[in-house]
T-cell receptor, first 120, second 113 residues
Framework: SAVISQKPSRDICQRGTSLTIQCQVD?????MFWYRQQPGQSLTLIAT?????????ESGFVIDKFPISRPNLTFSTLTVSNMSPEDSSIYLC?????????????????FGPGTRLTVT | AQTVTQSQPEMSVQEAETVTLSCTYD???????LFWYKQPPSRQMILVIR??????QNATENRFSVNFQKAAKSFSLKISDSQLGDAAMYFC??????????FGQGTELSVKP
C-alpha cells in the first residue's frame, strides 16, 4: 500500500486566517481525495484532485473556501480559507488503492494520518 | 443517493469474545464495493476488510469476517477473539466505482480486559 504523509499534523489557528495542509505520497497517483471529519462525526468528501485539472468539489464545498492544488502526481495541498470555529475538524487525504495493488485493491482508499485543526 | 447507516453508536466486548458490528446501506446499483475501516485514537484510518458486491462468498481477514447480505443490503463485521488493540471507531463505507467513499456514522468499540 501507499505511504502517505500530511503536514502539519495539528494546528491551532485564529478565526479569519487560512491554513494550507500538505499531502505527500511515496508513489505517483492519478487521483487524490480530501475528506473532512468534524468532531465526533464521520468522514465527508470535500473534493477529488486530479493532476493537471481543476479539483472536483462535492455539494456544500466551494473552491473559494477550500482551494486545492495538485502540482504533480505525488503531492497536493488543501487550504482552509477565512477560518471560523466551525472549520475545526480533522482533514484527511487519501489515494485510490487500485493504483498500488492492482485489481484486487480497486475502489478502496488509503489514508494519510490526518491534520487536526482547531480554530479559536 | 447512496447512504450508509450504522445503528450502533457504541459497542462493548470482553477480551477474547466475539462481537458483531452492523451496517446497512441503500443503493440502486448492482455492482459496488463495501469496506470496513478502523480509526483508533491516533486517528489513522486503517482498512480492515473489503467485499465486492458481485462475490457471494463473505470476505475474511484473520479474526475479521463479514456477513454480506446483498438482498437485504446488510454488511456486518464480526471480530473474533477480540483484543485490546481492537478498541477503535469502526466505519462502514461504500463505493459505487465513482471514486467517492460514502461512510456510515461509525461505531465506537470498547474492549474490556
Amino acid at each position: 500500500s501507499a505511504v502517505i504523509s500530511q503536514k502539519p499534523s495539528r494546528d491551532i489557528c485564529q478565526r479569519g486566517t487560512s491554513l494550507t495542509i500538505q499531502c505527500q505520497v511515496d508513489s505517483q497517483v492519478t487521483m487524490m481525495f480530501w475528506y473532512r471529519q468534524q468532531p465526533g462525526q464521520s468522514l465527508t468528501l470535500i473534493a477529488t484532485a486530479n493532476q493537471g485539472s481543476e479539483a472536483t468539489y462535492e455539494s456544500g464545498f466551494v473552491i473559494d473556501k477550500f482551494p486545492i492544488s495538485r502540482p504533480n502526481l505525488t503531492f497536493s495541498t488543501l487550504t482552509v480559507s477565512n477560518m471560523s470555529p466551525e472549520d475545526s475538524s480533522i482533514y484527511l487525504c487519501s489515494v485510490e488503492g487500485g493504483e498500488f495493488g492492482g485489481s484486487t485493491s480497486v475502489y478502496e482508499q488509503y489514508f494519510g494520518p490526518g491534520t487536526r485543526l482547531t480554530v479559536t | 443517493a447512496q447512504t450508509v447507516t450504522q445503528s450502533q453508536p457504541e459497542m462493548s466486548v470482553q477480551e477474547a469474545e466475539t462481537v458483531t458490528l452492523s451496517c446497512t446501506y441503500d443503493t440502486s446499483e448492482s455492482d459496488y464495493y463495501l469496506f470496513w475501516y478502523k480509526q483508533p485514537p491516533s486517528r489513522q484510518m486503517i482498512l480492515v476488510i473489503r467485499q465486492e458486491a458481485y462475490k457471494q462468498q463473505n470476505a475474511t481477514e484473520n479474526r475479521f469476517s463479514v456477513n454480506f447480505q446483498k438482498a437485504a443490503k446488510s454488511f456486518s463485521l464480526k471480530i473474533s477473539d477480540s483484543q485490546l488493540g481492537d478498541a477503535a471507531m469502526y466505519f462502514c463505507a461504500y463505493n459505487n466505482q465513482g471514486g467517492k467513499l460514502i461512510f456510515g456514522q461509525g461505531t465506537e468499540l470498547s474492549v474490556k480486559p
